[in-house]
């Protein structure tokens, strides 16, 4: 025997699991992307962040840790992107000030979805400019960025 559903009853169903798809789907959105960098605090002087990065969080390429301090506004992203450079990177995001997040190879905005590559490039708007990056000076296993802020 077929069961005739109303309208308004087809309608209040699917508008609610319409809801549930669009919460679970927007969840990356809202902030809830993971980042794969773990956070470290840093200290600077002068205007300068030096830190060792003999650590096995930066012993593959692409490995990359956040770096945070109360003298900054936005952690900076230390990316290993060569056997002998690194990137350090605002995770500011260039379109409305969100913090992006480290996802693998690409940087992610979890409020707009702009997307950068690893070196802070656009790969995908709405930003059309890429992240601040900042000068990185090597010694060994010592780097040290300078903060331009």
Do not use: W
Request: proline share 5%; aromatic share 4%; net charge positive.
């Amino acid at each position: 025997m077929k069961s005739k559903v109303s309208r308004r009853e087809f309608l209040r169903t699917s508008t609610a699991a319409f809801g549930v798809g669009a919460l679970v789907t927007s969840a990356g959105q809202l902030g809830c992307i993971p980042s794969t960098a773990p956070a470290m605090k840093a200290e600077m002087s002068n205007r300068r962040i030096s830190f060792n990065t003999a650590i096995p969080e930066l012993s593959k390429l692409g490995d990359g840790v956040k770096l945070e301090s109360n003298d900054l506004e936005y952690p900076i992203l230390l990316i290993k992107t060569s056997e002998s450079s690194f990137a350090a990177l605002s995770t500011e995001c260039m379109h409305l000030g969100c913090q992006v997040r480290m996802q693998r190879t690409v940087l992610r905005c979890p409020c707009h979805g702009s997307v950068y590559d690893l070196k802070g490039g656009v790969l995908n708007g709405p930003t059309e400019r890429p992240l601040n990056s900042f000068p990185v000076q090597i010694q060994g296993s010592q780097v040290e960025i300078l903060v331009t802020q």
